[in-house]
């Protein structure tokens, strides 16, 4: 992997991804988003993302779970793309965590308000880290059941939507403040109309799509456009693994 920006020191390097993604130090609260694209913006392929990911998109993933402490991700996402499994510990993140009071691996926050999850799969069975449920006061009791057996439970909000923004002020008031969001579109639309996205990471797939399937963000039209700044850089085999931050 080549770093493009910032520019490297002459003679080159192997950019360390622990580093390049390290979660500032001084904020009790950063919500960072990782998605992929294909070069025309596509957000999917053949329904899910996994079509336009590779090798080098999965080690990005990787490095961003092994840096946070807790991983959203909507539960129509759980379900398209296969979230079968939880977050696993990783060698080369473990004394990284320890040292940082981290459990050994990010827990998987999925959001639902109506709780059609499977809480029988391996994502809550197997979990290292509990698999955290995400949902409303509105939520179906028996279903609501069935979540706190399998794991913890967030309350976020009394109507048939999630109140996103007061879900991330829960986990950064347990010190869990270091989250990755990885969508899918809607719920990311969501985050950035509730203003609490900080940071996107994009990955863009060298491959052309078309069609009319979705962007990284989906929902309503924004009332005004966000503004972000390129942090990094990064290439290797054709993609390219932008860091913005929110202006």
Excluded: K
């Amino acid at each position: 992997m080549r770093q493009l920006i910032p520019e490297p020191p002459r003679g080159g390097f192997e950019p360390d991804l622990s580093e390049i993604y390290a979660y500032p130090g001084h904020v009790r609260r950063w919500l960072r988003a990782n998605m992929v694209a294909s070069a025309d913006g596509a957000a999917q392929a053949d329904g899910a993302s996994r079509g336009l990911s590779g090798p080098a998109d999965v080690r990005v993933l990787r490095a961003l779970r092994g840096l946070a402490d807790v991983v959203l991700v909507g539960a129509a996402t759980v379900r398209t793309e296969g979230y079968l499994r939880p977050a696993v510990p990783r060698t080369e993140f473990a004394a990284a965590r320890a040292a940082a009071g981290q459990p050994p691996a990010a827990a998987i926050a999925v959001v639902s308000a109506s709780l059609e999850v499977d809480f029988d799969s391996p994502l809550y069975t197997e979990a290292v880290t509990p698999t955290i449920t995400v949902t409303t006061g509105e939520a179906p009791p028996e279903r609501l059941r069935q979540a706190e057996a399998a794991g913890e439970v967030l309350i976020a909000g009394e109507g048939e939507r999630v109140d996103l923004g007061g879900a991330v002020d829960l986990l950064a008031d347990s010190g869990r403040g270091r989250l990755l969001c990885e969508g899918g579109p809607t719920l990311l639309g969501a985050m950035v109309r509730a203003g609490r996205l900080d940071e996107l990471c994009l990955s863009v797939s060298p491959q052309l799509r078309a069609g009319s399937g979705l962007r990284i963000l989906d929902g309503p039209e924004l009332a005004a456009p966000l503004s972000l700044n390129l942090h990094t850089l990064l290439t290797e085999d054709g993609f390219l693994f932008a860091r913005y931050l929110v202006m």
